[in-house]
């Protein structure tokens, strides 16, 4: 048996092999757009494909045969997509007071106004998780990868007019439930 500098069998009992570089070869692109689907930052699709590939190469020798080899690979980005949440939703949310807000505490600016702002912020992020999941998608997606509405409607598989209504729904609750107090679905 040859083997290369890259792959090592391990034998484990019912194991199948599979050629992984022909899996990634004929799913990298359906892989992509699974995981662009749920994750929106284009930096952490690809860091979670590498991650996604990886995962798969170092338990190759675990491959039973039960399913396709596609499927056992998408089941792996599922994994690491649901963790990639699980680790982003466990960060605190207040950070640590940078040095620049403090001088400017110092140099005669009114702590309320920093309290304030902080107040704000937490209303306006309550008041985003209580918005509908096609609302805070499209937000997100807008928003955090800086795309243009045309490239969320593609993305999505939306027109993009609905794309726009969606925003400007959005708009209003939030600027509603963040000045008067409440959401309203």
């Given at each position: 048996?040859?083997?290369?500098n890259?792959q090592?069998e391990?034998?484990v009992a019912g194991?199948?092999?599979?050629?992984?570089?022909e899996?990634?070869?004929g799913?990298e692109k359906?892989?992509?757009?699974?995981?662009?689907?749920?994750?929106?930052n284009r930096a952490?699709?690809?860091?979670?494909?590498?991650?996604?590939?990886?995962e798969a190469?170092?338990n190759?020798?675990?491959?039973l045969g039960?399913?396709k080899?596609?499927?056992?690979?998408?089941g792996i980005?599922r994994?690491l997509v649901?963790?990639?949440?699980k680790?982003?939703y466990?960060?605190?949310?207040?950070?640590v007071?940078e040095?620049?807000?403090?001088?400017r505490?110092e140099?005669?600016?009114?702590?309320?106004h920093?309290?304030?702002h902080?107040?704000?912020?937490n209303?306006t992020m309550a008041a985003?998780?209580?918005?509908s999941?096609?609302m805070r998608?499209v937000i997100?997606?807008?928003?955090?990868?800086?795309?243009?509405?045309q490239d969320?409607?593609?993305?999505?598989g939306i027109?993009?007019?609905?794309?726009?209504?969606?925003?400007?729904?959005a708009r209003d609750?939030l600027?509603m439930s963040?000045?008067a107090g409440?959401?309203?679905s």
């Amino acid at each position: 048996m040859e083997l290369n500098n890259v792959q090592k069998e391990v034998k484990v009992a019912g194991a199948t092999h599979m050629d992984l570089g022909e899996v990634v070869k004929g799913s990298e692109k359906k892989l992509r757009f699974f995981i662009m689907k749920r994750v929106f930052n284009r930096a952490d699709v690809d860091d979670l494909m590498q991650m996604t590939y990886l995962e798969a190469l170092r338990n190759q020798h675990k491959f039973l045969g039960a399913s396709k080899p596609e499927t056992w690979l998408f089941g792996i980005a599922r994994n690491l997509v649901s963790n990639y949440f699980k680790r982003m939703y466990n960060q605190p949310q207040f950070g640590v007071l940078e040095e620049l807000a403090v001088e400017r505490l110092e140099c005669g600016h009114d702590p309320s106004h920093v309290s304030e702002h902080h107040r704000v912020l937490n209303r306006t992020m309550a008041a985003i998780d209580e918005l509908s999941m096609e609302m805070r998608t499209v937000i997100n997606l807008v928003v955090d990868s800086d795309i243009t509405y045309q490239d969320a409607a593609e993305r999505l598989g939306i027109p993009i007019g609905t794309v726009r209504s969606r925003i400007a729904r959005a708009r209003d609750k939030l600027k509603m439930s963040v000045y008067a107090g409440r959401i309203q679905s």
